[in-house]
């Protein structure tokens, strides 16, 4: 698609009553004064002018052609109105299974190297992860399954459906692309880029184990690097959801 647009900007709007006409307050991006919707025709308006910002600053960056990948951050907003504001418990529910199955749960057996390696690298994370929540965990060495405690469960279900639509969809790709609720939530707090690159390392120990073990792939280096960025788009899109200037 052809570039269609000269100006962009952000302007903060407010909410507006009526059942059938209810408008969130917050920022929208306009194009040439126009305020962006997402794809289902809901006005797109996020809750911080940072997060507002870094939306302009991607139809700003477009050239004479439009490119659908370079756009990740309206993805995750249009995501969060269509999909995880009308249903967040949903949305939670589905997030919180991962803690069922949490990769940094599932160990090596304990007399397998990797099993030390995955203690020293691991278990700082989820120990820490279990004190901010309160909560107690299961870890897990082999491949048969064990459930987690419903009640921390429960606990880490509260504290999703407490987030707003916009963290929880970060919180949701990020947990996905781990396949780890722990590193979900703990990326979500990240202050700074590092450490969330550190959380991401950690969910690649086996692969990169693996890789030592037996040498490298190009292609799954590929994908390992663009599952990262992606993790690291959607923790920048998160922290700025809840953080409102």
Same mark, same amino acid.
């Given at each position: ?20 006409? #209810?408008? !969130?307050?917050?920022?929208?991006? #306009? ?35 439009? =490119? ?9 907003? =249009? ?17 919180? !299974? ?17 099993? !030390? ?36 469960? !429960? ?56 890789? =030592? ?16 960025? =992606? ?15």
């Amino acid at each position: 698609m052809k570039r269609f647009y000269d100006d962009v900007s952000i302007r903060e709007v407010s909410a507006s009553g009526g059942k059938a006409d #209810t408008q !969130a307050s917050g920022w929208q991006v #306009t194009l040439d004064g126009r305020g962006l919707k997402t794809v289902k025709g809901t006005a797109q308006i996020v809750p911080s002018e940072p997060l507002a910002n870094a939306l302009a600053q991607e139809w700003a960056d477009q050239g004479e052609d439009l =490119d659908p990948a370079t756009f990740p951050m309206r993805d995750m907003a =249009d995501y969060a109105i269509d999909v995880v504001a009308p249903d967040m418990a949903a949305v939670a529910d589905k997030v919180v !299974a991962y803690g069922d199955t949490d990769t940094l749960l599932y160990r090596a057996d304990p007399d397998e190297p990797l099993y !030390a390696r995955q203690m020293e690298v691991w278990e700082p994370i989820v120990c820490d992860f279990e004190q901010r929540e309160g909560i107690e965990l299961v870890r897990v060495s082999g491949i048969i399954h064990r459930p987690q405690n419903e009640a921390a469960l !429960a606990k880490l279900r509260l504290r999703l459906g407490q987030q707003n639509p916009f963290a929880l969809a970060g919180v949701e790709l990020m947990t996905s692309l781990a396949a780890s609720l722990v590193v979900g939530l703990t990326a979500s707090e990240t202050e700074q880029e590092a450490d969330a690159i550190a959380l991401w390392r950690a969910v690649c120990l086996e692969g990169e184990w693996q890789a =030592d073990l037996w040498g490298r792939d190009a292609e799954e280096e590929e994908r390992r690097a663009k599952r990262q960025a =992606d993790f690291l788009k959607a923790r920048e899109a998160t922290r700025l959801a809840i953080n409102p200037r």
